[in-house]
């Protein structure tokens, strides 16, 4: 038995969407394919295996159809990328100038890879290509020549062999509906008016970590924050930021929101409460993690999942951090 060749498309949508529009260009997209996964903020996914036979066109034609309809509908603007995975239907969609759709067609990846930048490679970081770089290696079609032992010299096992999956174009990552407006909120309401700016700081620390509890009890991930502060005369100031990367670890959580509280410059201010929405949500498993040499972030994710196990097992004041300790 043969497997069907899958054809992925990834669309990025030249345009500023609200969560409304958003929604109505996922809804769009559904009458296409019904595989249709956000990718926010402004690019969207379909799997298109199945719609070919329906819509009797290539799947070329078929990522036509879908820029039309954008076009036509909403004046909305798109380049394309199309090829038999998510990764690579992501990468032609970057190299691809506003308008134009970049096919890699079945047999064809190794070809389109290989000259490319490590970089280009998702979750490819700063520290990461410098390694690399050190040692000569710069092209992707380099790293996928290279011989597996000599990667985890350089990167660590784990880091090695995700490298060298994706060097090499393979990426099995299903397209996966999702909802692009799901978003998680955390509050503390105060027990009086709070001139304090250690206080604000340990309110907003606390709020980041049950963020980052649940994203991963629920098993999604946050590529956006915001935090919003209610004043004593019942005013309140919102300030959003994106995050370097979709993530659910709390201390990354945690950095971004304190920013945000820092951003504000409260001083003085008298604070009546305090919330923390997390936004631009994907389940877990469907994002990219960016590479990492750093082992201490290893032994840091480690520690918050036996954390994250101790509260399932014995309640969720279990374990705290220790700037939360009382």
């Excluded at 992925?8 to 929604?23: F, G, K, N, R, V």
């Excluded at 034609?61 to 603007?77: F, G, H, N, P, W």
């Excluded at 309110?203 to 004043?231: K, M, N, S």
């Excluded at 994710?301 to 014995?314: G, I, K, L, M, V």
């Amino acid at each position: 038995m043969t497997t069907r060749q899958r054809h992925i498309a990834h669309l990025h949508l030249h345009a500023t969407l609200t969560e409304d529009q958003y929604a109505d260009i996922i809804e769009l997209m559904s009458g296409i394919t019904p595989h249709v996964q956000a990718v926010p903020p402004n690019a969207v996914q379909l799997d298109l295996t199945s719609a070919l036979r329906y819509f009797d066109l290539s799947p070329y034609d078929v990522v036509q159809l879908a820029k039309m309809r954008l076009k036509a509908l909403y004046d909305i603007d798109s380049s394309a990328g199309l090829a038999g995975n998510r990764m690579l239907a992501a990468m032609a969609a970057d190299a691809s100038a506003p308008g134009d759709t970049t096919w890699i067609r079945d047999g064809q990846a190794a070809d389109w890879l290989h000259p490319r930048p490590v970089t280009a490679l998702p979750g490819i970081g700063r520290a990461t290509a410098e390694t690399l770089n050190r040692y000569g290696l710069h092209a992707i079609g380099q790293i996928a020549d290279l011989p597996a032992a000599t990667l985890q010299r350089l990167l660590g096992a784990g880091s090695a062999r995700l490298l060298a999956e994706r060097a090499r174009g393979h990426d099995p990552r299903p397209v996966s509906p999702s909802e692009p407006a799901a978003h998680l909120v955390a509050d503390l309401v105060l027990e009086r008016d709070c001139l304090d700016p250690a206080q604000h700081h340990r309110a907003v620390l606390g709020l980041a970590d049950r963020i980052g509890q649940r994203l991963r009890g629920e098993r999604q991930i946050a590529g956006r924050l915001a935090l919003t502060v209610r004043y004593a005369d019942r005013s309140s100031t919102t300030r959003t930021r994106g995050l370097s990367e979709p993530t659910n670890h709390s201390p990354a959580l945690a950095a971004t929101a304190l920013g945000l509280l820092t951003a504000l410059g409260l001083q003085r201010a008298r604070v009546r409460a305090f919330a923390v929405r997390a936004d631009h949500l994907l389940p877990a498993g469907s994002a990219y993690w960016q590479l990492s040499l750093d082992p201490g972030d290893a032994r840091a994710r480690a520690a918050e999942a036996a954390a994250d196990r101790a509260r399932r097992r014995f309640g969720p004041e279990a374990v705290r951090p220790a700037a939360l300790a009382d």
